[in-house]
């Protein structure tokens, strides 16, 4: 059975402006690999820092080890011991060199001999490949390496937990490697890591849970084949996916079909899909819609129309949802049109759900 590390129970944290974190309930066992990921402004770094307390959350309970640290007779300083914090800014103190960095804290706040934090302090150099850099000064470093640096010197203080609050998110592209092959092989070691980050790949390898922040809170927590291949949500689908998406409602058989069409154009063009593709919806569009479809409404009808691309994949999908009796077009429809439809599409279904309902894919 998991051992539950940290028990968040409906946390809550309110600005003058905004409440980036409106209910917050969640469990995180010993041994568990978190990437948190989602748009900006959704609360992922306000998460971290109430963890630890650095910022005081509006109301609802944390609990570290089943000590309740939202509680104002909690020990913050003891308890901080136990969650080793990694900022996108470094934070190193430049006036002294990378070995009296990592030392610091261990002699300070736990009270290590000395020579005892100089031996761990050049074995965690070793660790994150940097004890040749023990006696250069911070400002001597570049960004990845200032950042294994941090990395090393919150591993220093025995945490049972580790935040990284997007640890890469301040370094060029070239340094990102570096450290995230630091944090791959803490991960590999057991560590319990929670992770704001926007790489994604890097979070699918090396997480065990991801937590997808939207609305207020944790909107989707899953293992990172369940968020990236088929995330129950569909705010975390559009997020994974990166789905751009174009829709219209179309109520009268009389609608502007032009201005309809150079509206999809746009849409394509905006999110520079090949001049074939552009042509293929529009065609189909046209083939569905205006030969297959209107001709069986009545006056008063209601027919949706959404394009999604997903600039993940480079693939985009057509949607055609419209009420009335069921018509499959597939079936019931223009044979030659229909055929146009098939040819230019890669995979096509239709359902009737109370609604008719059919799903175009795009090659």
Avoid: W
């Avoid at 409440?19 to 900006?40: Q, R, Y």
């Avoid at 570096?178 to 560590?191: C, D, H, Q, R, T």
């Avoid at 319990?192 to 790949?201: D, N, Y």
């Amino acid at each position: 059975m998991s051992e539950c590390l940290i028990k968040i129970e409906h946390l809550r944290k309110e600005y003058p402006n905004v409440t980036p974190l409106k209910d917050v309930c969640v469990e995180i066992n010993k041994g568990d690999i978190i990437s948190v990921i989602g748009p900006s402004g959704t609360g992922k770094s306000t998460l971290l820092r109430c963890l630890n307390q650095l910022e005081e959350p509006t109301s609802g309970k944390v609990f570290i080890d089943d000590e309740e640290i939202t509680d104002i007779k909690c020990d913050l300083s003891k308890v901080r011991q136990k969650m080793g914090m990694v900022f996108q800014s470094f934070n190193l103190f430049a006036n002294h060199n990378i070995i009296e960095n990592i030392m610091i804290g261990p002699v300070t706040l736990l009270k290590m001999p000395k020579e005892e934090a100089h031996e761990l302090a050049i074995e965690l150099l070793k660790k994150v490949g940097l004890a040749e850099k023990a006696q250069n000064f911070p400002n001597e470093l570049s960004g990845g390496q200032k950042q294994r640096v941090a990395i090393a010197r919150a591993i220093a203080m025995k945490p049972e937990i580790l935040l990284f609050d997007e640890p890469t998110s301040a370094l060029d592209p070239t340094m990102v490697s570096e450290v995230l092959a630091v944090i791959k092989n803490l991960a590999k070691e057991g560590m319990t890591m929670m992770i704001v980050t926007h790489e994604m790949r890097f979070a699918r390898d090396v997480s065990t849970r991801i937590f997808y922040m939207d609305e207020g809170g944790i909107y989707e927590d899953g293992t990172p084949e369940q968020i990236f291949e088929n995330p129950s949500k569909e705010r975390t689908r559009a997020f994974i996916q990166r789905l751009k998406t174009y829709s219209t409602e179309i109520r009268t058989k009389d609608f502007d079909f032009i201005g309809t069409m150079a509206e999809i154009e746009n849409f394509c063009k905006d999110n520079l899909m090949s001049e074939k593709t552009t042509k293929n919806i529009q065609l189909v569009f046209e083939e569905l819609v205006m030969t297959n479809i209107i001709p069986q409404m009545n006056n008063d009808f209601t027919l949706n129309a959404e394009i999604e691309y997903s600039e993940v994949s480079g693939k985009a999908t057509m949607k055609l949802e419209y009420d009335g009796a069921e018509f499959d077009p597939f079936k019931d429809g223009d044979d030659i049109s229909m055929m146009i439809v098939k040819k230019l599409t890669a995979e096509n279904s239709f359902e009737y759900v109370g609604a008719n309902r059919i799903l175009l894919t795009f090659a």
